[in-house]
């Protein structure tokens, strides 16, 4: 769905909005200390931060008071990519930073726990500086030194933030699961890397029941052999494991915290792929780059500083929980909510921006259209006067769900801004998405983001307006990964994105770059729909069909065949009392083909009990289309990656079906 060019803007900022943002007095001190353009707003500024990429850097670095305690020799030593070195020389640290507001705002809350009961817990700067420099120095007596790896299976709540921060403090590595992830996908993770420590819970709340984790952690130190301590964090008060160290009394001390000061690319923690399809890839970023680049992002994109209180709904097996965290170097009080999106009921999350006075509310596609489905009314039903952006990622952001969010807050008197984000574990940031400063239009994300040179390709490198093409990004950012782990020729690396378009990160989304600047999201291009060389995204087609009351969700693939055929199932989960008869199909294909076109209609429909996912959320396109190519499950899929593993047999059974 190409949107229109002349269409008027869903949202603009008023000169009040636009005059108080940061990226604007951004935009000020950088024209006069680094020659940015002085005028031309957003559009100007991004095309300097793209142009002249290492004043840039430099600027948001100055800008931002990064503290370097030996001095870089120069931005950008090296700009190819892979491998590009940002800021070689410098040392600093970015727990150092993240704790910075302790000095002047010592009483004030740094985090706000929430869970399921919905009644905040406040964390002062002061008390989290504390427990990170008692944890530090504990860590420090067990031997964890630079570089070494510390793991946590822990859910959203402040010890896992302590316990990331004074890793990084120690200039050791963090990385983390949520505890809904079972004993062999935390495994397939953690073995990569082997840490020294583990923290774990005994177990978490969601959906209103407890569920037991003592044995998962139990099976977890014996597939660790490398661990030297298990730190147990009792959240439903289990007694700590035999030789297992307690919370309470490793966080106890009162050192001051002592920051390591580590090489700017050293390495900050280790994300994870979904593994759908082998071994999660083990992402590596490095302290420097996540720094510059949050700083970046959460400042100057999303307009975060003190005085703000950051909501973002997700959990610490995703890349948004650590985004979420970096909220604090902004100085920002960050919110964590443990529990459901959706319990006790579908307002949940909105229940929780109410309790803590949230300003900027981040959730995902799906929860937004799961309340507009459920009737449900945000602003009417809950003091949301404080909100002023609700952003969302995870999927595309239909533009039902843009209308929808727009009107609940406008009836009752909100200038909402809108932000839908998209960008990538790969790089712990968004390549398109927030800008205070511009107008929002139905179903884009406003623009690229400052120093990413975001563009859309076609086959053959060339780029692309207002045409669907390959999100690449054509120079390097500071957040890229420094590598993968066990990756020593960096064979994979390069594999990953470098493959189609070499020294050019090809991300894997199909996108449209609109003439004004603007990006709009198909879906991803290595699970793209291709009719008779017409490609089209998956994203359009959730869209249209999801709008449907009685579809819950839904899952297109487009499979080739081997005598040159080409088919194109739909597969629905519908709502509860819903039936897939012969009305409600007609009623679908006739959905499709007025809104998008003929070739975006089915083959078939076919009802299926639930969709299934990765352990973040992501729709299992690829992995499905190979089971249904008849690809044997175990190569076909990981299946300690999805949440579900029992729907795959259906997709395997189909496979077989169609075959004979």
């Not at 305690?69 to 120069?74: A, K, L, M, Q, V």
């Not at 896992?160 to 590595?173: K, M, N, P």
């Not at 949301?384 to 969010?405: N, Q």
Request: charged share 20%.
């Amino acid at each position: 769905m190409t949107p229109a060019a002349n269409a008027a803007p869903l949202w603009q900022p008023d000169g009040r909005r636009i005059a108080a943002a940061r990226v604007t007095h951004f935009q000020t001190w950088a024209a006069e200390h680094h020659g940015a353009p002085a005028h031309g707003g957003y559009p100007a500024l991004h095309r300097w931060s793209v142009e002249r990429l290492e004043d840039f850097w430099r600027a948001v670095a100055e800008w931002s008071d990064v503290r370097f305690t030996t001095p870089y020799e120069s931005v950008l030593a090296d700009p190819a990519m892979p491998g590009a070195r940002w800021f070689p020389g410098a040392t600093l640290n970015y727990a150092e930073h993240a704790l910075r507001a302790a000095a002047d705002r010592p009483d004030e809350p740094a985090l706000l726990q929430v869970d399921e009961s919905h009644a905040p817990a406040e964390t002062s700067w002061s008390e989290l500086r504390r427990q990170v420099g008692a944890l530090a120095s504990r860590l420090r007596a067990l031997g964890v030194r630079p570089g070494d790896r510390v793991s946590g299976y822990l859910p959203n709540i402040p010890q896992a933030v302590t316990a990331l921060l004074a890793t990084a403090a120690v200039g050791a590595v963090w990385t983390s699961c949520a505890p809904d992830f079972g004993a062999r996908s935390v495994l397939d993770r953690f073995q990569q890397v082997e840490p020294v420590v583990l923290f774990a819970v005994d177990g978490y709340r969601y959906g209103g029941k407890e569920h037991d984790r003592t044995e998962t952690v139990a099976e977890l130190r014996r597939g660790l052999p490398t661990l030297r301590a298990l730190i147990h964090v009792p959240l439903l008060g289990a007694p700590a494991p035999e030789d297992a160290l307690d919370w309470s009394e490793v966080t106890s001390g009162t050192a001051e915290p002592v920051f390591e000061q580590v090489a700017f690319d050293h390495p900050l923690w280790v994300l994870y792929s979904s593994g759908t399809t082998g071994l999660p890839k083990a992402i590596v970023q490095s302290q420097g780059g996540i720094l510059l680049e949050h700083l970046k992002q959460l400042a100057l994109q999303c307009d975060l500083g003190p005085g703000d209180r950051f909501f973002w709904y997700t959990s610490t097996g995703w890349m948004m929980w650590n985004f979420l965290v970096s909220g604090l170097l902004t100085g920002t009080t960050v919110v964590l909510y443990d529990g459901s999106p959706g319990h006790p009921g579908t307002d949940a999350q909105w229940r929780v921006a109410e309790r803590t006075g949230a300003t900027f509310f981040g959730t995902s596609a799906a929860y937004v259209m799961a309340c507009r489905k459920a009737g449900v009314h945000p602003a009417r039903d809950h003091d949301l006067s404080r909100v002023r952006c609700v952003a969302t990622t995870g999927s595309p952001l239909p533009p039902d769900g843009f209308r929808w969010l727009h009107d609940e807050f406008a009836d009752h008197g909100g200038d909402l801004w809108i932000a839908s984000v998209s960008g990538g574990t790969d790089v712990c940031s968004c390549f398109a998405g927030a800008v205070p400063t511009l107008p929002v239009h139905i179903g884009e994300l406003q623009a690229a983001c400052l120093g990413t040179d975001l563009q859309s390709w076609d086959p053959h490198g060339e780029p692309l307006v207002g045409e669907v093409g390959e999100l690449v990004v054509t120079r390097p950012m500071p957040s890229m990964p420094i590598r993968f782990w066990n990756d020593p020729d960096g064979s994979r690396y390069r594999d990953s994105y470098f493959e189609m378009f070499p020294g050019v990160w090809r991300h894997g989304d199909w996108i449209t770059i609109t003439d004004r600047g603007s990006v709009v999201i198909h879906g991803r291009s290595d699970s793209t729909l291709n009719r008779q060389g017409v490609r089209m995204g998956s994203a359009d087609l959730y869209e249209v069909v999801e709008r449907l009351p009685e579809i819950k969700e839904s899952l297109v693939i487009g499979l080739e065949e081997p005598e040159g055929g080409y088919w194109m199932p739909l597969f629905v989960h519908l709502a509860d009392g819903a039936a897939l008869d012969t009305a409600l199909r007609d009623r679908i294909v006739r959905t499709i083909r007025e809104q998008l076109s003929p070739r975006h209609v089915p083959d078939d429909i076919i009802e299926i009990p639930a969709v299934p996912h990765t352990l973040t959320g992501k729709r299992l396109e690829v992995p499905v289309k190979r089971l249904l190519q008849g690809t044997p499950l175990a190569k076909a899929v990981n299946p300690g990656s999805v949440d579900d593993a029992g729907l795959l047999t259906f997709y395997t059974d189909l496979a077989r079906t169609r075959g004979r």
